[in-house]
């Protein structure tokens, strides 16, 4: 399988609803047969500055086709999910960080980068 995993949260600064639907029209046009993508969760549950833009990106997977929501693994909590990002980053091949050009990408990108560096995964980014 080819693994693509977001080490952090989708805030309303970052690209993941773009994403997704990049992922969407791959695997329906080209049906890769073992792709897939990680998002552990989308943020914290006290947190929400970023509500609004979770919501629309619960409502697209929500909304995708059966074959494409197979594909995608979307946790829900937080504090438990940040606790497996070490065994999803040893089992993904590309690390994700599609960013908007904000200074929160440029911190993102020392902080998550490095992680993804640290485990020899390519790294997919804005």
Known sequence: ATVIVNAGGAWKWTNLLEFIQAFEEVVLEEN?????????ALGQSKNTEHKRYHQK???????????VKARIYLGENWKEESKKIESYLSIADFGLNVNENTLEHWQSY??????????GLKVMMT
């Open 110 to 119: 020392r902080v998550r980068i490095l992680e993804y560096f640290s485990k």
């Open 57 to 67: 990106i619960y409502d697209y997977i929500e909304n995708l086709p059966k074959e």
């Open 32 to 40: 890769p047969p073992s792709l897939f993508f990680i998002q552990p």
